[in-house]
Structure formats: structure tokens, C-alpha cells
């Protein structure tokens, strides 16, 4: 059975700071997919990054980065330079080759302090 | 490209009654999937349609049911309402070309059950 856990419930910190949101996942398939998605106040899911599991390069894309190790099952996401409008619940996900089945973390709310 | 909508946004219902909530999925998505979200379980996989085909289907009981259209819209139905029901309720397309593939998430329907 897929699993993923984000153990951080809750993170707050000030404008300006990085911040790391973690995510562990188990699975015994050997090809996998993982997501992180935002969610604002709004509700609606924004996709943030797509990663496969034979692709262990860490990605950069502005303020947001992120580290994939397989040998921890490990899908970090650092935000760099925090600003008030990153605050949101953030969610790890974890599906199969084809991707129409997400398994979620609990999400980790994340609060951004001016 | 207009995103995923979803009607209605909130709704609110009563114990023992029916409901049916509405998803049109992005121009030339043709799997949509659902997804409840509730405090306590968190994000939690219903099931997903392809070609008006029940594709995936995720551990819930049998009062959740739905369909899709010729069209790809799809319509999920919550039958004889319980108090647990009240939830986000979350639909995510995609293009379904087989693998790599990233949902995208619409807004939601909230919906309370009194």
C-alpha cells in the first residue's frame, strides 16, 4: 500500500525566512510519481511539481526548490525567501505509473508572518 | 484555457437526503477524478472515470457513486446523506495519454450535511 506522511502539521515563520516542508513516502512500486500541490483559503489544489522516481535531480524553479532521495524516501520542498502570499496548506502526493490515483499526505499548513 | 470548474460551490443538505455535484473538466481532459477532503481524514481518493468507464475506485461505500458523460463532464452522487459526509469535495482532470500525467484540481464543492 502507498503511504505518504508529512509530519510537519503546522509551520509558521517570518517573512524573509526559507522554510522546508518534508515528506516521506512508502510504496513498493518501482515507478512512481510525486506531487506537491498548494492549497490557499480558497480551496482549489494548485500543482506545483511533478517528479518520477528515476529522476533524482533536484529542481529548482524561483523561490521553490526541491530534493528528491530515493534512499530516504524523501520529497523536501524549500521555499526560499518566504513572502506572506506562500501561506497555504501544502500537500505531498504519491501515484502510480499512471498518475489518476493520488495518495495524500495530511498537508502541512504553513504561515508566513509579515 | 479555462480550469475545472464545479457546481455548485457550496451546498447544504440534510440528513437522509440526496445530492449531486457537478464536474466539467479542462478542454480535452477525458479522465476526472474525485476526491473527498474532511478534517479528520484528510484527502481521500473516490474514483475516477475515463470514457464514461469507473476506471479506479477508492475505499468508500456504495452510497458514492458517479458517472461521466460523452462530453468528459462528470457528475458524482451522495446518496441518503450522513453527518460525516460534510466534506470538500474536490475533482481533478487530466489528459489521460498514459503515463506522466498531473491532475489539476478544480475549486471544490463544500458541502454541509445538517
Known amino acids: 500500500a502507498q503511504k505518504v506522511t508529512q509530519a510537519q502539521t503546522e509551520i509558521s515563520v517570518v517573512e524573509k525566512e526559507d522554510v522546508t516542508l518534508d515528506c516521506v513516502y512508502e510504496t513498493r512500486d518501482t515507478t512512481y510519481y510525486l506531487f506537491w500541490y498548494k492549497q490557499p483559503p480558497s480551496g482549489e489544489l494548485v500543482f506545483l511539481i511533478r517528479r518520477n522516481s528515476f529522476d533524482e535531480q533536484n529542481e529548482i524553479s524561483g523561490r521553490y526548490s526541491w530534493n528528491f532521495q530515493k534512499s530516504t524516501s524523501s520529497f523536501n520542498f524549500t521555499i526560499t525567501a518566504s513572502q506572506v502570499v506562500d501561506s497555504a496548506v501544502y500537500f505531498c502526493?504519491?501515484?502510480?505509473?499512471?498518475?489518476?490515483?493520488?495518495?495524500f499526505g495530511a498537508g502541512t499548513i504553513l504561515r508566513v508572518k509579515s | 484555457k479555462a480550469g475545472v470548474t464545479q457546481t455548485p460551490r457550496y451546498l447544504i443538505k440534510t440528513r437522509g437526503q440526496q445530492v449531486t455535484l457537478s464536474c466539467s473538466p479542462i478542454?480535452?481532459?477525458?479522465?476526472v477524478s474525485w476526491y473527498q477532503q474532511t478534517p479528520g481524514q484528510g484527502l481521500q481518493f473516490l474514483f475516477e472515470?475515463?470514457?464514461?468507464?469507473?476506471?479506479n475506485k477508492g475505499n468508500f461505500p456504495g452510497r458514492f457513486s458517479g458517472r461521466q458523460f460523452s462530453n468528459s463532464r462528470s457528475e458524482m452522487n451522495v446518496s441518503t446523506l450522513e453527518l460525516g459526509d460534510s466534506a470538500l469535495y474536490l475533482c481533478?482532470?487530466?489528459?489521460?495519454?498514459?503515463?506522466?500525467?498531473?491532475?489539476?484540481f478544480g475549486p471544490g464543492t463544500r458541502l454541509l450535511v445538517l
Open positions: 472515470y475515463f470514457s464514461e468507464t469507473q476506471r
Open positions: 478542454s480535452g481532459h477525458r479522465s
Open positions: 481533478a482532470s487530466s489528459t489521460d495519454r498514459g503515463l506522466k500525467e498531473t491532475q489539476y
Open positions: 502526493a504519491l501515484s502510480d505509473i499512471y498518475g489518476n490515483k493520488l495518495v
